[in-house]
């Protein structure tokens, strides 16, 4: 059993999705490791990991607008405001979704469907640079 560590940067302007499939699809690759387990991790509090929808922006769209609708900015619930108003729903944003992915590999490629893509969910308002951290595990 072999493994092998990366970190990918993904600079983000602002809320909604930014894909970053190419980039992990080449690492796998000059990995060398060819059947196995690919663990995908942001190091953010206010950033999420997605795989989703890779052909038709509007479904990026819709989902930046419904999270925007179920976690709105400005609530009076949050204490949280030392950061700004898009902190606090920022983490509640990223609770909701996932910090981590697991992605099996064969062949050499993560087997990821047709319509798949890898993706960092920014839910600040302000540009940032995300860090996720890839783990491959196998032979």
């Not at 602002?14 to 980039?23: D, E, H, M, S």
């Not at 902190?87 to 697991?102: G, K």
């Not at 992605?103 to 302000?126: N, S």
């Amino acid at each position: 059993m072999r493994q092998a560590f990366h970190e990918i940067t993904v600079p983000t302007q602002g809320k909604g999705l930014y894909a970053f499939t190419p980039q992990v699809r080449e690492w796998v690759q000059t990995s060398g490791i060819r059947q196995g387990l690919l663990t995908l991790y942001i190091r953010h509090t206010s950033a999420s990991l997605l795989i989703q929808e890779n052909v038709d922006p509007t479904v990026q769209t819709d989902l930046e607008r419904f999270l925007s609708r179920l976690v709105p900015e400005d609530d009076p619930l949050y204490e949280h405001t030392l950061e700004g108003a898009d902190d606090m729903p920022a983490h509640v944003r990223a609770a909701l979704t996932q910090t981590h992915l697991a992605i099996p590999v064969a062949d050499g490629k993560p087997l990821l469907g047709t319509w798949q893509g890898i993706y960092v969910f920014e839910h600040r308002c302000a540009a940032q640079v995300r860090g996720v951290v890839l783990h491959l595990l196998g032979e």
